[in-house]
């Protein structure tokens, strides 16, 4: 049974950064807002929301809002919603196609 669900996901694709997803964790009945999907080589992770700040030499930075205390745990996680994240966009891609071949019937 899938256990996580993509509510939205947003592509960006810029530099290391594939997009932005907002997630649904189906046993705890929790909405996450703002993961950050990062590719980079053959390596992929997902960062969870996060608050920009500027530190005091004026570097800009970002504070984890949540965390998991365990790192392998946060991994499992992470690639449990990158997986989610792969069938939503199959599954987009799948519902464009079909609306776009609704739109090519002629009736006549």
Known sequence: MKKIFIINFKRV????LVGFADIFIAAFGMEMYGCSFFMKNSQEWLSLPSREYTDSEGIKKYA???????KA???EFGKLVIEAIRDWELQQA???KEEDDDNNFLPF
């Open 13 to 16: 694709d810029k530099g290391s």
């Open 64 to 70: 984890p809002i949540v965390r998991f205390k365990d």
């Open 73 to 75: 745990k946060g991994d």
């Open 94 to 96: 799948g519902a464009k």
